[in-house]
C-alpha cells in the first residue's frame, strides 16, 4: 500500500516543529527554561503551541540528552526548569551552522540554482 503524501499544511508544521525544537536550545543555552516561560516567549513570535505539544517536545529533547530537567518550588508550585546539556550545546551549534547554509540556499534569488 502506498503511503500518503503529508498535506502542504502537515508539512509546515513539521518545519514548525523543527525551528521551534532549535529555538528551545536557543533559549535553554541562555538561561534555564520552563514549559510557561517558552510558550511566552512563542507568543511574542505570535506562535501558539498547546501544552499538549510544547511538553512531549521539551519531555523528547531530555529523553534525547540534549536537555536537563530538575524540579524546584516556587509559590507553592513545583517548576521545571530545563537547561541545555554539552550534547545539547553541540547540537545547537551544528544546527546553528546548517540552517545558516541552507537559508542562505533557500532565499537566494540567482534562478534557484544549487551553489557551492
Do not use: N, W
Not at 9 to 36: K, S
Not at 80 to 89: D, M, S
Amino acid at each position: 500500500m502506498r503511503a500518503l503524501a503529508p498535506q502542504p499544511e502537515q508539512l509546515v508544521r513539521q518545519f514548525f516543529l523543527g525551528f521551534i525544537r532549535i529555538h528551545i536550545l536557543h533559549h535553554a543555552a541562555t538561561e534555564p527554561v520552563t514549559g510557561v516561560s517558552l510558550s511566552e516567549e512563542l507568543k511574542r513570535h505570535g506562535y501558539k503551541l498547546s501544552p499538549g505539544t510544547l511538553y512531549p517536545i521539551l519531555h523528547a529533547l531530555t529523553v534525547a540528552g540534549y536537555l536537563r530537567c530538575t524540579q524546584t518550588l516556587h509559590e507553592g508550585r513545583v517548576r521545571k526548569p530545563y537547561a541545555i546539556t554539552r550534547v545539547g550545546q553541540r547540537a545547537l551549534a551544528r544546527a546553528r551552522r546548517q540552517i545558516v547554509e541552507l537559508v542562505t540556499e533557500v532565499l537566494d534569488h540567482r534562478g534557484g540554482q544549487a551553489h557551492k
